[in-house]
């Protein structure tokens, strides 16, 4: 006889066991021979090691059926029980090209789909530092938001850090109502999409509550350290150089840095030099950084962006050239 507790972190517990626990009902009556007890987030097994180890396999697919669909039905776990492991391979997909990221809510594929997309994913395993740099639309920050989710899924991370530099376009935030939060959150928005794409609700709201994942302005950063975290600093090209400095000397131990920024759209004052801009002439030759320049093929918007993009690039010969600097390093 044995006993083992299986801890569903970040899922609803109805989720898995039914809003009146008739799916963990269900499950007793498959594993007559095991207790099982549920408290919160804890599910408690009293049996034989070997039933214990049975069940504990065919659990870990049924979480990992919810965490591709985002729903798990009587059906499905009866599916899974009457497959062996092998049901695991429909579970997980099949990605044959390798460009498979992590599966969203309700079983969206999540893929690196350009190019530029795909050196991301390769330079994040390679690089501990990974700048990702290019105009609207390329796919550069929900990139990063995906491996950041996915290496937090596969426990490589503890936690992950999304920052913004909190900077007016055009617009003051005195001006906006609300308290602080209720200003910077617009700044914060596309990381929430991203998120929400990524992670199913009931998950989403308690790692936000817990601090597993945190988005904050850039100001925020100011004298911590970032250990066992993946940080991502979006919007880079409105950082100031102190500002991008201080947050890249975040870095703790364990820790993966992605910042992405468009130097087509930089909103800071002209009296002030991005640092962004700075970050690509001073960082290139640092062994464990990596420089990804995204371009209008990598636009994975409406195809009238990749128009707008050539069109201004074609006005604005000083950016343009800048650009063709910095693409030429790659």
């Known amino acids: 006889m044995g006993e083992k507790t299986i801890k569903i972190e970040g899922v609803h517990p109805p989720d898995i066991f039914g809003l009146r626990e008739e799916k963990l009902q269900l499950l007793k009556n498959i594993f007559p021979k095991l207790k099982m007890i549920s408290r919160g987030e804890e599910l408690i097994l009293v049996g034989d090691n070997e039933e214990v180890s049975f069940f504990k396999g065919k659990f870990d697919l049924m979480l990992a059926h919810f965490e591709r669909f985002g729903k798990l039905t009587e059906e499905n776990i009866l599916e899974i029980m009457a497959h062996d492991n092998g049901y695991a391979a429909k579970v997980q997909g099949d990605d044959k090209t390798g460009e498979l990221l992590l599966y969203g809510r309700n079983g969206m594929a999540i893929k690196a789909r350009s190019p530029n997309q795909r050196r991301m994913v390769t330079s994040s395993k390679k690089h501990d530092m990974l700048f990702a740099i290019g105009p ?130 930089i909103d800071l004052p002209k009296s002030q030099v991005p640092g962004l801009l700075r970050a690509v002439k001073i960082l290139n030759h640092i062994k464990g950084i990596d420089f990804v320049f995204l371009n209008e093929r990598d636009v994975i918007r409406h195809e009238l962006v990749t128009r707008i993009i050539e069109a201004y690039e074609h006005v604005s010969p000083d950016k343009k050239k800048d650009h063709d600097e910095h693409k030429n390093k790659e």
Do not use: C, H, W
């Not at 290496?151 to 602080?180: Q, S, T, W």
């Open 136 to 265: 609207a639309g390329t796919g550069k920050t929900y990139t990063a938001v995906a491996l950041a989710v996915r290496a937090l899924k596969n426990k490589e991370v503890k936690r992950i850090i999304l920052a913004r530099p909190a900077v007016e376009a055009g617009e003051n935030l005195g001006f906006l109502p609300g308290d602080l939060k209720d200003k910077l959150d617009p700044y914060l928005r596309p990381l929430y999409d991203a998120l929400r794409d990524m992670i199913p609700p009931a998950r989403l709201a308690t790692y936000l509550e817990d601090g597993t994942i945190e988005i904050a302005p850039l100001a925020f950063m100011r004298g911590r350290t970032l250990d066992n975290a993946f940080a991502i600093l979006d919007e880079a090209q409105n950082a100031t150089e102190n500002q991008l400095k201080m947050f890249l000397t975040r870095m703790g131990k364990s820790a993966r840095f992605i910042i992405t920024g468009d130097i087509t759209q």
